[in-house]
C-alpha cells in the first residue's frame, strides 16, 4: 500500500525523484521547495527590474520617437499612474527584501 502510494507521487511528480530510485525522499522534496522559492525570487526581481527600467524608457519615448501632440497629452496622463504603479512594484520588492533580511 505505501509502496503504491509512493510509485503514485513520483508518476504525479516525476521530476521530485532526483536519484530515480523511486521514492520521492523528505530531502527531495525540500530541495524542490528551495528551487521553487528560489525560482520565484527570481521572478520578483525580473518584474522588479522591468518595472524600474519601464521608467525612464517610457519618459524617454518622446525623445528618441517623434509624437505627436494629441499623443503626448495621452502619455503624459498615463505617465502618472504609470510611475506610481510601476514604483510601487521596485519598492515594494526592496521593502520584501529588507523583511525578509531581517527575518
Ligand atoms: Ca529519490
Redesign the pocket.
Known sequence: MVSAISGKDTQMAPT??????????EE?IELAKQEALIEKLDAQKNIAWLAALSMPIYALLPAIFPISGPRMDTMAAMSDMLFLSQASIVGLFFGAQAYMAKK
Do not use: I, M, T, Y
Open positions: 521530485l525523484d532526483r536519484d530515480g530510485d523511486g521514492v520521492v525522499s527531495e
